[in-house]
Each structure stands twice: as structure tokens, then as C-alpha cells.
């Protein structure tokens, strides 16, 4: 248990489909992440959240839309997706953009995209 | 060029053999460098760090020693357990605090 929980663990969706993965932290951190984990490529860092602010969009797709309600609760709301955005989802969690070595992340969200 | 680059996957050992796990990176500086695994169907957990050139990260039987004459930070344990069984991320900090993964590199113990 890292403090960092994520659901749904998986989820199939169809390419019309709009659906969300949920992430929250208890561990009182400040900044959250949204990384992207396919086979055989790097871990991709998709979306930053500092203190609620978004930081960081590595030239993500709209059709990936991020949502940060407070510092604890993060959402990637995805709409009108493609086969290829099939992977998971990892959320993570530091206390705050600047501390990379106290990153916690998630279990992850199984997308499939059928 | 990716700033870090570690060793393709899969390694397959048996239980009680040594292991190394290559990465090595570019950058301009002198950059935190980090091992983190994911153990099968969890995220990814922070398995040791090193701050400095020289500094040696260690946790869990496993030990990284950031060289910078080689720009190098290897994993290495000195007997493997079935329960080592995992994925292996090399990673670094960027300039701008990004943390940088590898691409990964996939561990199978057998007993």
C-alpha cells in the first residue's frame, strides 16, 4: 500500500465511449502526475498538477483530458479513443514538483480500447 | 538520444545468482540518479537513490554505484530470490526536476 490508490484497476471501453480513471492520495503531497506505461516504450509523463495548477502537458492528445479537484483527487477523463492508447495508467504522487525522489505511485488502471 | 538507457529484457537467473542490470544516461550535469521496480500487478516503488557522483544507493540486498567517469548507475545484487521477480526502471532527474525513466527491464527468478 503506497498511499496512492487508483480505480478502476481495469477497464475496457469502446472507441465512442467516455469514461474516467479516478486517483487519490492520503499522503498529503502536493503534486500529482499521470504517466503512461506501454509495452516496450519509457514510462510517459503525460500531465503535472502542482497545488492544483496544471504544470506540465507533454503534447498529450484532447482526447485525454485531466482533472484536478483538490491536491488529493486526480481524474484523466478520456473520450473517443484509439486502439493504441491501450496501456496503463499509472498516478502518481510527491510532495511537491520539485522532490522527484519522493515520487509514490499507484497500482495503475488497465485501459484496453477495443 | 534517451537520457537513460539500460539493458533489454528479459533477464532469466536462477535463485541465487548474481545479477547486474546496466543503465547508463547523458546529461550535462550531475543529475539524481534512481532504481525503482514494479513488482507484478503493482505500480512502481523507489528501490534506491544516489545524489552524488560516487555515492552508492542500497536497499533490499541491491546496490548502485552512480560513476560518473562512465556515466553509469548498474544494479547489482548478490543472490537472487524468486521474489526478485520484477520489472527494473533506471531513472534520472532532468533539469527541470522531471524524473526521466528507462525503458525497463523485465527479471524472471527461477528456482
Known amino acids: 500500500e503506497t498511499g496512492v490508490t487508483q480505480t478502476p484497476r481495469h477497464l475496457v471501453m469502446g472507441m465512442t465511449n467516455k469514461k474516467s480513471l479516478k486517483c487519490e492520495q492520503h499522503l498529503g503531497h502536493n503534486a500529482m502526475y499521470w504517466y503512461k506505461q506501454s509495452a516496450k516504450k519509457p514510462l510517459e509523463l503525460m500531465f503535472v498538477y502542482n497545488f492544483k495548477e496544471q504544470t506540465e502537458n507533454n503534447s498529450v492528445p484532447s482526447r485525454f483530458s485531466p482533472e484536478c479537484p483538490n491536491s488529493s483527487h486526480l481524474f484523466l477523463h478520456l473520450h473517443t479513443l484509439q486502439p493504441e492508447d491501450s496501456a496503463l495508467y499509472l498516478c502518481?504522487?510527491?510532495?511537491?514538483?520539485?522532490?522527484?525522489?519522493?515520487?509514490?505511485f499507484g497500482e495503475g488502471s488497465w485501459l484496453t480500447v477495443v | 538520444g534517451d537520457s537513460v538507457t539500460q539493458m533489454e529484457g528479459p533477464v532469466t537467473l536462477s535463485e541465487e545468482a548474481f545479477l547486474t542490470i546496466n543503465c547508463t544516461y547523458t546529461?550535462?550535469?550531475?543529475?539524481?540518479l534512481f532504481w525503482y521496480v514494479q513488482y507484478p500487478g503493482e505500480g512502481l516503488q523507489l528501490l534506491l537513490k544516489a545524489t552524488k557522483a560516487d555515492d552508492k544507493g542500497s536497499n533490499k540486498g541491491f546496490e548502485a554505484t552512480y560513476r560518473k567517469e562512465t556515466t553509469s548507475f548498474h544494479l547489482e545484487k548478490g543472490s537472487v530470490q524468486v521474489s526478485d521477480s520484477a520489472v527494473y526502471f533506471c531513472?534520472?532527474?532532468?533539469?527541470?526536476?522531471?524524473?526521466?525513466f528507462g525503458k525497463g527491464t523485465r527479471l524472471h527468478i527461477l528456482p
Open positions: 546529461a550535462t550535469g550531475y543529475p539524481s
Open positions: 502518481a504522487s510527491s510532495q511537491d514538483e520539485a522532490l522527484a525522489n519522493t515520487i509514490y
Open positions: 531513472a534520472r532527474v532532468e533539469e527541470d526536476d522531471k524524473i526521466i
